[in-house]
């Protein structure tokens, strides 16, 4: 037998069975107090299992988890003031999670077009030289005569410093067959190396002809044109003066006038 520090009798020497208060020792020596009668009930209650933990009953209190057996009703399944431990509740089963819905198939990507080859670019032509044409099938010829009404329209315009040059008093026709890509039209000069293939030297001699005086060239369309590259007193056709530098075309029959006297008429056939 225990006696707890409230001086209870316990048949325990841990925890007292009458208070529950914890004996941590041995009695005390001297008089042993009045050991005050066991509850009623306490016989009655002896061989009882703990409710909370099942451990076999010693005291008023478990001496496994300290269950208070003190007005617990075992009949009933109710304990006393601290009454018994409530069941845990059961825990709602988790609902289901609902499956992912499936995510649709990424539509197939239509394929590119395939892009049509690009078409070969046609090289540019080169340009046609004129040494590439061929020579005129046609034949032309030019003659060379000394025109009396053309000298008459240079005197009016000269005025008395033309007087000095006098109108032949006889000029033999030439002609010159047109012959190649073109036909130079000017003065023999031999210190520059220059011999036009329409050589109008002389005599007579026109003093108002330059050493290279205009150039007839042939086209490609079988037919010839006249251009003045850049003599002192300039070229007429038909009577018009042409722009230096100017290819312009020529037709069976046209006049060229150049120098103070000198005519040059073109003949196809």
Do not use: K
Not at 103 to 124: D, F, H
Not at 153 to 159: E, F, N, P
Not at 191 to 217: C, M, N, Q
């Amino acid at each position: 037998m225990a006696v707890c520090p409230d001086g209870h009798v316990s048949a325990t020497d841990d925890f007292c069975d009458v208070c529950g208060m914890r004996i941590a020792g041995s009695p005390a020596s001297g008089p042993s107090p009045a050991v005050s009668a066991p509850p009623p009930d306490a016989a009655a209650r002896a061989g009882e299992s703990c409710p909370t933990c099942g451990t076999a009953r010693t005291g008023q209190f478990c001496e496994a988890c300290g269950f208070n057996f003190s007005g617990a009703d075992f009949s009933s399944g109710r304990s006393g003031p601290a009454g018994p431990v409530p069941s845990a509740q059961p825990v709602p089963s988790a609902q289901p999670v609902p499956s992912a819905q499936p995510v649709p198939s990424a539509q197939p990507v239509p394929s590119a077009q395939p892009v049509p080859s690009a078409q070969p670019v046609p090289s540019a032509q080169p340009a046609p030289s004129m040494a590439s044409f061929p020579y005129p099938q046609a034949v032309w010829t030019a003659v060379v005569s000394a025109d009396r009404a053309y000298y008459e329209s240079v005197q009016a315009v000269a005025g008395p410093e033309g007087a000095v040059v006098a109108f032949p008093a006889y000029y033999a026709e030439r002609r010159f067959q047109l012959v190649g890509n073109q036909m130079r039209i000017g003065r023999r000069s031999v210190s520059r190396g220059l011999s036009p293939e329409i050589d109008l030297t002389g005599p007579p001699a026109d003093p108002g002809i330059s050493r290279l005086h205009a150039v007839l060239i042939a086209a490609p369309d079988d037919s010839w044109a006249v251009l003045d590259p850049g003599s002192a007193n300039g070229t007429l056709v038909n009577g018009v003066e042409i722009a230096i530098g100017d290819q312009v075309p020529l037709h069976d029959g046209d006049h060229i006038n150049l120098g103070a006297w000198t005519a040059i008429t073109v003949h196809r056939g």
